[in-house]
């Protein structure tokens, strides 16, 4: 993205398996969520563009569940 960020608090972590049908095979995802900010404008252009998501009211955009649970235990909603 381009962009320098400070990590400010730990939201938790998630292991979440899937099934990959182009791979045909299951994997396994280990990850950590963190609460960060941005610590200045842009640094550089980054591959993709930053838009913002609302998970509650778009959370097919989130390609993996865990990723909707680390948005709302960041939100301070407890789905």
Request: proline share 3%; charged share 30%; glycine share 8%.
């Amino acid at each position: 993205m381009g962009r320098l960020i400070k990590v400010i608090g730990r939201i938790g972590e998630a292991v979440q398996f899937f099934y990959a049908s182009d791979d045909k095979c299951w994997y396994e995802m280990n990850a950590t969520f963190v609460r960060a900010e941005f610590e200045r404008g842009p640094v550089s252009t980054g591959e993709d563009e930053l838009c913002w998501v609302d998970f509650r009211k778009q959370p097919e955009v989130f390609f993996h569940a865990c990723h909707v649970w680390a948005a709302s235990q960041a939100s301070g909603r407890r789905d």
